[in-house]
T-cell receptor, first 118, second 114 residues
């Protein structure tokens, strides 16, 4: 079974600053996918960024980037130039390789509550 | 694109009654859908996996007779909470599988049982 650990229940950052959210996971799979999802107060789950384990290059989406360390099973999220709208719960998630006839559920970490202050 | 519509967004029901929650993929076919439950300030807990045309697979500890899941088409899955009780009050979220692109989530349903 895969486990996802987010060791920071709450974090705070000032507007325009940079913040890094930590995530570690445990798996025996050699290939898999990792995701960061954002859940703002509206509670809508929003995909922030995704990473394929077989790709060494770290994924980047505008102000969001990851530091993927496969050997260490670490997948941290860096948010640059933080904005007030980034205030949300952030969940790290793991997914086993997708097959054509079925999908595997996401395994979520417990989440990190991020507050961006003016 | 890739929108999942979940209805209702909020529902209040009396104890002992049943409530149905719908989850529709609007612009793609979803062979597999998932139902999650989320308590305040907690993570999403997987309840069941719903595959089109077959019986749902429930996670350990989830009562399949209380939480009935039907996935009759490639675009619709429903969750029915039967004989609801106050302890069933929670936030329920569905998601549809999109392969590597991850999962698209519905906007959630806040169920309150009084």
């Amino acid at each position: 079974a895969q486990t996802v650990t987010q060791s920071q229940p709450e974090m705070s950052v000032q507007e325009a600053e940079t913040v890094t959210l930590s995530c570690t996971y445990d798996t025996s799979e050699s290939n898999y996918y990792l995701f960061w999802y954002k859940q703002p107060p509206s509670r809508q789950m929003i995909l922030v960024i995704r990473q394929e384990a077989y790709k060494q290059q770290n994924a980047t989406e505008n102000r969001f980037s990851v530091n993927f360390q496969k050997a260490a099973k670490s997948f941290s999220l860096k948010i640059s130039d933080s904005q007030l709208g980034d205030t949300a719960m952030y969940f790290c998630a793991f997914m086993k390789p997708y097959t054509t006839n079925s999908g595997y559920a996401l395994n979520f970490g417990k989440g990190t509550s991020l507050l961006v202050t003016p | 694109g890739a929108v999942v519509s979940q209805h209702p967004s909020r529902v209040i029901c009396k104890s002992g009654t049943s409530v149905k929650i719908e989850c529709r993929s609007l612009d793609f076919q979803a062979t597999t859908m998932f139902w999650y439950r989320q308590f305040p300030k907690q993570s999403l807990m997987l309840m069941a996996t719903s595959n089109e045309g077959s019986k749902a697979t429930y996670e350990q500890g989830v009562e399949k007779d209380k939480f009935l899941i039907n996935h009759a088409s490639l675009t619709l899955s429903t969750l029915t909470v039967t004989s609801a009780h106050p302890e069933d009050s929670s936030f329920y979220i569905c998601s549809a599988s999109r392969g590597f692109y991850g999962y698209t989530f519905g906007s959630g349903t806040r169920l309150t049982v009084v």
